[in-house]
Structure formats: structure tokens, C-alpha cells
């Protein structure tokens, strides 16, 4: 309980803005407003008053490196509070939903969309809400997702919705930190190959941008490559869950697939990986891998309480 938001308390109250910095998204549209576009009574605040406008506390657009020509434009509300998350989670949750669905709802239809869409070619569009919740309590629940994953709501929404808490946002900005501690390697996103993302023109293996769609992944893939070789490239995955033999054997065989054309190391980093603990474990797992050229190349690491294995 609460090591994530200990974590979440040392980047302060600022803690989205600089995790959407760290991430890669840069040059935020910062507390835009904009018309409510729906009838009298149909969007209301929290006393159930008519509302007239929407605010939007971030706004982030981008040409998706996993869906070709696809123009990405995440909404995103930030909710950072001082208290620990609430035992019946449920009532809050719904409304901060309820308001970004209702704001995302009327972004469709807004000026600052159409100004948006003047700056981009693309082939579709995808408008996606980010919901940040977050708290600096060390006796909080870090994971309200899991808390309120089963709520139901009476709102139809056809666009996909990300949940942040301090779990997850602790997570990313730990690898982050570790990451860039290692000034030796420039890093970038790892894109795997998704089936929507063919083209040869526009295709890229790696970036930047943290994808949308890795916010609410378990395993965050990172490519290193040497500053003084650039030849010399590694894939770095970085893990949510802790350490289990089943599960390292698991990224191993991951790892595997898409190192292919890397020649430097496979380096999976555990919140919890301790190698007095875990070394045995490590290398009775290679051995069962039965493929030594690669397991050679494979190490594990703690990227909170990091050795110099790398």
C-alpha cells in the first residue's frame, strides 16, 4: 500500500504535466475551453446544473506510429488530490468519467478541433480520453483501477478511455527515471508491428512518443542504442508486475521475438527484482529456454533500486 504514491508525492502536484513531458508529449494545449454543443439539461455539472462549456486540461495531438495515417487526439483530464483514494471509489469515478465522456462528446463538434485537423493529413481519426487520478497519500490504494474496473455506466462511448492512478503513472515515470540514468544510450519507444501499421513510407520501428496505447500496458518496451555504436542496440522492457519465474520465461520468449535485428543486450527491469532472491530462479529459467546464443544476452534488473549490470 502507498509505494507508488511516495513515488507520486516526489514529482509534486505537477506530476501529469511532467509525466506527459517525460512520455514524449510535447508542446500541450494547456486548460482549453470550449462550448458545450448539446441541448439545455443534457450535460450538467456535479449539483446538476446545466452546463454551458467544457474544460479540457490538456490536449495532445499525433500521428499514430501503430495505425497508419491515423491522426491521435487525446483529451485529457488531470484529477490530483492530497487525500488518499475514497474506500467506495465508485461515485467519484463516475462522475470525473462522465464529465470527460461529455467533454470528449462536444470536443467532436468544436472549433478547436476544427483548427486541429487543419494542421494534419491523415485518413482517420481517433479522439481518446485520458483520466488522470491521482493522490500523494503513502496509505492510499495505488490501484483504483483495479478498484472500479467493473463499474457500469449509462453513458453510450464509442472511443476508448485510459485510466491512470498511481500504479500506473508510478510505474512509467520509475522506468523513465531509470532510462534516461543510463547517459551512455539515446532511447526511444519500441513499435511493434501491429498489422495496421505496413506501410514502408511511414513506418517506423521506434520514437519518441510514448503511444496512447501503452498507458495502460503491463510491459513498456524501450530500444537503447550506444552513443559511441550505434550498431550496438538493446531492447529494455520495463514490467508493472513482480518478479515470477513463469513470467520472466514469458518476456524472455517476448523479448526473443521482436530483438531480432538488435545485437546489444535484452535487459528486463522488475519493480522488485532482487538478485539474492532471484538469481537461481534467472538461470534455471534460461536453462529451460533451451536457446543459450540468446539467453547469453538476457539480464534482469531492479529499476527502482538499480545495480550497474548495464
Not at 483548427?115 to 493522490?135: A, H, P, R, T
Request: hydrophobic share 35%.
Amino acid at each position: 500500500m502507498g509505494e507508488w504514491s511516495k513515488k507520486i508525492g516526489e514529482y509534486g502536484e505537477n506530476v501529469v504535466e511532467n509525466f506527459l513531458s517525460v512520455v514524449g508529449w510535447q508542446d500541450l494545449a494547456k486548460g482549453e475551453t470550449i462550448k458545450c454543443s448539446k441541448q439545455k439539461g443534457e450535460h450538467t455539472d456535479q449539483q446538476g446544473k446545466t452546463k454551458h462549456t467544457h474544460g479540457i486540461d490538456f490536449l495532445y495531438s499525433y500521428k499514430s506510429p501503430l495505425v497508419d495515417s491515423q491522426l491521435n487526439n487525446i483529451i485529457i483530464s488531470s484529477k490530483f488530490e492530497t487525500q488518499k483514494y475514497p474506500n467506495s471509489a465508485t461515485k467519484k469515478f463516475k462522475w470525473f468519467i462522465t464529465d470527460l465522456i461529455n467533454t470528449m462528446d462536444c470536443f467532436d463538434y468544436s472549433d478547436l478541433k476544427d483548427q486541429l485537423l487543419q494542421e494534419y493529413s491523415y485518413n482517420s481519426i481517433n479522439d481518446v480520453g485520458v483520466l488522470f487520478w491521482l493522490n500523494n497519500q503513502e496509505n492510499s490504494n495505488d490501484d483504483i483501477i483495479s478498484v472500479v474496473s467493473s463499474t457500469r455506466f449509462d453513458i453510450c462511448q464509442n472511443n476508448s478511455i485510459y485510466i491512470m492512478d498511481n500504479k500506473r503513472v508510478g510505474f512509467i515515470l520509475e522506468i523513465m527515471k531509470f532510462i534516461k540514468a543510463k547517459n551512455e544510450y539515446n532511447y526511444s519507444f519500441y513499435y511493434p508491428v501491429t498489422g495496421q501499421n505496413l506501410n514502408p513510407l511511414t513506418r517506423n520501428n521506434s520514437g519518441s512518443i510514448l503511444p496512447v496505447e501503452y498507458l495502460n500496458s503491463s510491459i513498456i518496451p524501450i530500444r537503447l542504442e550506444k552513443n559511441n555504436n550505434q550498431q550496438e542496440v538493446s531492447l529494455f522492457l520495463g514490467i508493472i508486475d513482480g518478479f515470477e519465474k513463469d513470467t520472466f520465461m514469458r518476456l524472455m520468449g517476448l523479448a526473443k521475438d521482436i530483438s531480432t535485428n538488435l545485437v546489444g543486450q535484452v535487459i528486463i527491469g522488475f519493480p522488485d527484482y532482487n538478485e539474492l532472491k532471484h538469481k537461481d530462479i534467472v538461470s534455471i529459467a534460461k536453462q529451460g529456454f533451451q536457446d543459450v546464443a540468446f539467453t547469453k544476452t538476457v539480464n534482469v534488473v531492479n529499476f527502482i533500486n538499480p545495480s550497474s549490470i548495464f
